[in-house]
């Protein structure tokens, strides 16, 4: 349990509000009538089993009720947020959005930034987070509290940071997807019957994350076993390595973090 304080969550219907709202309930790290929970429409939503919870409209009303605010809107809707918020500590969820600019949207100094990830909707995202100067180690212990509700949370060094894991924790969940969907496309065209291509692909992409996890250190070494082993895996390695694969990866890293970034 957070202690007494209440959180106020902008944005707690969103996909990623609603994955945080409902972790701290679940795991009893709030009460439910330490959260307040603002939304365009007010309504009680994805908290309906939660009649304590506290739903507005209003984003004034969750300033005033609230000690910790977390902003978990789409980047491009924060101009329209217009509160001011004294020098609460708030929490921004959001990618492309600095902290000086939520602080200047705010008002208040008192900035952490974190980024979230899709898979904080089975509580096992990963949520680096960043704190301003402002940040008291006391404000430290409530936001890694809150943040690793939804899985593994990390303080990091920089700002900077932030933005890369943007693109490397932020965006990662839907890197295995298109790992998962050109391993499907191809085992359909070889004529695989739907299912069990689907069912094929899905088991070995999850029971290949969970050997990794557990039994290499580094990634690098299960291929190297795997290379080594000088079988067909070896074969199906080689090509895909020899054809570019990890350049077209760091690509694609490179872009998101560009957008991270701002461009
Ligand atoms: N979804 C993801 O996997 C990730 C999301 N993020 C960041 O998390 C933030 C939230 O993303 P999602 O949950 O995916 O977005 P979302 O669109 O699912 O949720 C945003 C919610 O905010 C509400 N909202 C907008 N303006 C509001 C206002 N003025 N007052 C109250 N509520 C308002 C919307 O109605 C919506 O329910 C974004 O800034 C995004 O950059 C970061 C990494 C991963
Ligand atoms: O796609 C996005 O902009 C957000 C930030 C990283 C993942 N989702």
Redesign the pocket.
Known sequence: MLESAVVGL?????????ALGLALLEKNLLAPEQLVI????GKRGAYVDWPGVRCV?D?RQLADLADVIV?????Q?LV??DIQVGDKLVIS?????SQQAVSHQLGSQRVVRA????A?EIQRGYFPWYASPAISDADRGIVQALLESCGTAREVSSEDAIDYL?AVS??G?AYPALLAQAMLSHARQAGLDGDVAREAVMQTLMGGSLLLEQQAAEPGEMVKRLVDYQGTTAEGLRTMIEGGFERVVHEGLQAAYRTARGG
Do not use: Y
């Open positions: 902008i944005g707690g219907q969103g996909w990623v509000g609603r603002s939304s365009r429409s409209q984003n902003l978990s809107i789409r980047p809707d329209d947020i969820l959001l990618a492309m959005a980024m979230p990830n899709a904080a943007t932020g965006a969940p």
